[in-house]
């Protein structure tokens, strides 16, 4: 097997399958060492994936962060349960004003985290193409490149 890096995290290149999981109902993510790390994380792949899913707008940085506070307060908090942190997510921004100037929605987005939280664990991710995890890995680099 060979490691695979995402912005910190080791995994083998072995998928892990839902079955994998069979019986626990939920995917736990793993503890975090850099939590400004991680919220930057966070914050740059939603931004980049929404820039380039549709046109750069100031509206996609706003959302971003408020995404990564959100994700990192329920973290800090010790929640683990991605299932809960992508609700908490969608919930909360669901009536908030920043979707009036995008083309998307909170549980888009919440979704879309979750979808990259698990690609980064290397996990099997429904509905996903074969250049999810590419896409991923180039996002990351991006991120690495801008705080540099």
């Known amino acids: ?3 695979q890096q995402f912005h910190g995290y080791q995994r083998s ?14 995917v736990t993510l793993d503890a975090i060492d850099e939590m400004e790390c991680e919220r930057r994380w966070v914050a740059g792949v939603i931004r980049i994936w929404l820039d380039e899913e549709w046109t750069p ?4 940085r706003v959302i971003a962060d408020e995404v990564a506070e959100i994700y990192m307060r329920q973290r800090s908090q010790g929640d683990d349960d991605i299932g809960s942190i992508i609700l ?5 921004l669901i009536g908030s004003d920043i979707w009036f100037e995008s083309f998307t929605s909170s549980f888009e987005v919440a979704n879309k985290l979750s979808e990259f939280l698990m690609l980064r664990m290397n996990m099997e991710v429904c509905c996903t193409d074969e250049d999810a995890s590419c896409e991923l890995q180039r996002y990351t680099k991006m991120i690495e490149t801008e705080q540099t």
């Open 13 to 26: 290149r072995t998928q892990l399958k839902a079955e994998d999981y069979e019986g626990s109902g939920s």
């Open 88 to 92: 908490c997510i969608g919930s909360e």
């Open 57 to 60: 707008l100031e509206c996609h």
């Open 1 to 3: 097997m060979v490691p």
